[in-house]
């Protein structure tokens, strides 16, 4: 299948399956997977991610907003959808159309909603949330504070019907003694809480607190467990020694614009940072800080060509940047260009370029621009396409039907 090869995205289908296989195995029977797809999927399109784990089976899905929870149903994803964050109350009769559970973060948001379903003749779902120590959103739990009150007056609000309870881990990847005694405690608050809901009464078919770095790290005995991160092959970096044989889904790839012979003592690109100490080999290579691709790599990071390290030299441009193909013999205009990704024995990762940037591996993929397409492979074959700036996806008309 053709599309434009300026700098594209490529999302591996085969390897989103194996790691899916890999965290259905660490996971004990009864408890299913919710496959975090907001953030259009980490950057990967949640189109191509959640219909394919649709297809595998899964049957949740966790998303950021309204906004990411209709763009779901309207590529066909047709599991629960749960809201992880905030809707406003006078969307209750959307959520209900469209089948989408609701984080409840508050008693005070709780009665909004309620009022607002109510009086659209609506009954919407929704999950509570407990703030266990991230103290972000949530009912707080700790400090001599006990929401149970007013968890039971939300669960008992009309328009309302709520069916799970969850925390979230702020530092289940920390193995340090204190990271896993707040884990620890944490787990221990929920769990108490939990428990007393019950002895009043009040209980929730669905609980999860686990996400990626807990599904690695702790031993799970809830009905979901969130994973983020994992699925797309991106470690948890903190954990040495407790990973999945994870596959990364997203290679970033790029094609040689230009090729030229610089002499010594030329400088390259804006402000001169990097001036060439013998005759050197430029390639010019159509990706940049635009793309995703941060200025923080220049003079330091490197892309793979023909399977070996070509290092960046200048700074990156908005749109472009300079490689040195010195030692790589033969370069020419078309060659393609690995910007993460493998390429014969190497590979550059995510989280190589993260430790270059000081920040996580899953923060670059969100930022991977949207003037990338994302490229959908199965087998090594390109089966799909969706380029952001003309809504386009699926097959080009002259191959085939596209798809909506």
């Keep these: 299948m053709e599309f434009f090869k300026r700098t594209w995205a490529e999302i591996d289908l085969d390897a989103l399956d194996e790691n899916y296989r890999q965290i259905r195995k660490r996971l004990p029977a009864g ?32 998303v950021s907003n309204l906004e990411e929870a209709l763009s779901l149903r309207r590529c066909g994803v047709t599991g629960q959808v749960l809201i992880l964050g905030v809707t406003p109350p006078e969307k209750a009769g959307v959520l209900a159309r469209e089948s989408i559970t609701q984080t409840i973060l508050s008693l005070e948001y709780a009665a909004a909603l309620s009022a607002e379903a109510v009086r659209q003749g609506v009954t919407v779902e929704g999950h509570v949330k407990l703030d266990s120590g991230m103290r972000r959103i949530g009912f707080f739990i700790g400090d001599g504070q006990d929401p149970a009150d007013e968890i039971q007056q939300a669960c008992s609000l009309p328009g309302l019907r709520l069916n799970g309870i969850f925390s979230h881990f702020s530092s289940a990847d920390d193995l340090s003694p204190e990271g896993q005694a707040f884990t620890a405690l944490q787990r221990e608050r929920c769990d ?57 889904v997203m290679s970033i790839r790029s094609e040689v614009a230009m090729v030229k012979t610089v002499e010594p003592g030329e400088p390259v690109s804006y402000s001169r940072t990097y001036t060439t100490k013998g005759v050197t080999r430029v390639a010019t290579v159509p990706i940049g800080y635009a793309d995703g691709y941060l200025r923080l790599f220049s003079n330091r990071a490197s892309v793979l060509i023909r399977g070996k390290r070509a290092p960046i030299i200048g700074n990156i441009c908005m749109d472009q940047m300079m490689v040195d193909v010195s030692g790589i013999p033969d370069v020419r205009q078309g060659d393609r260009v690995t910007v993460v990704g493998r390429d014969g024995e190497d590979e550059i990762t995510f989280s190589e370029l993260a430790d270059l940037a000081g920040t996580i591996n899953y923060e670059l993929v969100c930022l991977v621009g949207k003037r990338v397409p994302r490229v959908c492979c199965r087998g090594g074959r390109v089966i799909d396409v969706f380029d952001y700036l003309d809504g386009s996806c699926g097959l080009p008309e002259e191959d085939g039907e596209r798809h909506g």
């Design 31 to 62: 408890t299913d997977v919710l496959a975090v797809v907001k953030a259009d999927a980490y950057g990967h399109h949640d189109r191509f991610v959640a219909l394919e784990l649709q297809r595998l089976g899964v049957c949740w899905f966790g």
């Design 192 to 248: 108490r809480l939990i428990e007393e809901l019950r002895q009043r009464g009040v209980t929730f078919p669905l609980r999860h607190l686990q996400n990626s770095a807990g599904i690695l790290n702790l031993d799970g005995a809830y009905e979901l467990a969130r994973a983020g991160l994992i699925l797309y092959g991106m470690p948890v970096d903190t954990l040495p020694g407790r990973e999945m044989a994870l596959q990364p």
